[in-house]
Nanobody, 125 residues
């Protein structure tokens, strides 16, 4: 059973940086595509970053491109989301997700099989 545990969330001010971590256990992390999603009350979960198992490809929506960076360390079974120049609109619960999908980076949350419990990120203005 694959388990994902996020950490690193918190309260920061606009313009600050924050790094989220996602530690995986119970599966072959090096074969998973990883995604970071976020969700605010009343809204659907949206992807903010994705990375293939080999780190050869990454994906970012326009809303975070140039500010967020996803990376992974397969030796440590951990994925990261570096968030710079944070804005109040980045406030959300952030989730990491994993799947054995082998054809790129899925964009939709229903395409990921494994999920973490989420970590709150709050950006004050």
């Amino acid at each position: 059973q694959v388990q994902l545990v996020e950490s690193g969330g918190g309260l920061v001010q606009a313009g600050d940086s924050l790094t989220l971590s996602c530690a995986a256990s119970g599966g072959t992390f090096g074969r998973f595509v990883m995604g970071w999603f976020r969700q605010t009350p009343g809204k659907e979960r949206e992807i903010v970053a994705g990375i293939t198992w080999s780190s050869s490809r990454t994906y970012y929506p326009d809303s975070v491109k140039g500010r967020f960076t996803i990376s992974r360390d397969n030796a440590k079974n951990t994925a990261y989301l570096q968030m710079n120049s944070l804005k109040p609109e980045d406030t959300a619960v952030y989730y990491c997700a994993a799947d054995s999908y082998d054809n790129g980076i899925p964009m939709n949350d229903h395409e990921y099989q494994y999920w973490g419990q989420g970590t709150q990120v709050t950006v004050s203005s």
